[in-house]
Each structure stands twice: as structure tokens, then as C-alpha cells.
Nanobody
Framework: QLAQSGGGSVQAGGSLRLSCTTS????????MGWFRQSPGKEREEIAS???????RYSDSFKGRFIIRKDSAGNTLFLEANTLRSDDTGMYYC???????????????WGQGTQVTVSS
């Protein structure tokens, strides 16, 4: 139900935009989030956005990553800026049954998209 696009290879300092499209009915009524799993590390939450568009970022990603959703459509975006080599990893979008922040209990995941940042 979640289809991701974007990602790829970029040089350090560059930017990427990831997209996540869902066909699930009523997706706007629930939280959505972005996660990253870097090589050798646990999956970590980047950011979440709730049904009314409020956002929350993990400290490591504040200031460089932006989560947003298209209110006119059904797409979630992650804008990743000033990328570093340690941003390399698999990026996943997910939906949660929660409606408002704090979001949690993500139970529906995209297929993941690889981001590789070269220095």
C-alpha cells in the first residue's frame, strides 16, 4: 500500500527528495513517518507528521530534513539536505494507526529506498 520513490546516489552536501505514495483510504487521518536504517545500525525514526500536519523530528535530523505531505494528494515527502556520508542507508516510510502526535505503533511500511552519500 506504500510505494516509495526517489533516493539514489548523491555527493556530500547535496540534497534528495524521497516520496511515498499510499493508496490506503483515509490516509490523511493518520500519522505517517520516515525512518532510516544505516549499515550496522538499528532503524531510527527521522520524523513524523500527524493528521493535521504537525511534525516532530528526532534530534539528529532537525534542521536538515523536512517531512511534509501533499494535502491535495496522497503523497508523503522527505527532503534531505546537506547530506553527509553517515546519512547513507535505507529509508522507509510508514503509517501509524495514531492520529495525533506523538505518533507510534507504525504497522505499515514502504519497501524502502537506498540513499548513498559519497564524500
Amino acid at each position: 500500500q506504500l510505494a516509495q520513490s526517489g533516493g539514489g546516489s548523491v555527493q556530500a552536501g547535496g540534497s534528495l527528495r524521497l516520496s511515498c505514495t499510499t493508496s490506503a483510504p483515509g490516509w490523511r487521518n493518520y500519522c505517517m513517518g520516515w525512518f532510516r536504517q544505516s549499515p550496522g545500525k538499528e532503524r531510527e525514526e527521522i520524523a513524523s507528521i500527524d493528521s493535521i500536519g504537525r511534525t516532530r523530528y528526532s534530534d539528529s535530523f532537525k534542521g536538515r530534513f523536512i517531512i511534509r505531505k501533499d494535502s491535495a494528494g496522497n503523497t508523503l515527502f522527505l527532503e534531505a539536505n546537506t547530506l553527509r556520508s553517515d546519512d547513507t542507508g535505507m529509508y522507509y516510510c510508514a503509517t501509524s494507526p495514531a492520529t495525533y502526535l506523538p505518533c507510534g505503533g507504525y504497522n505499515n511500511w514502504g519497501q524502502g529506498t537506498q540513499v548513498t552519500v559519497s564524500s
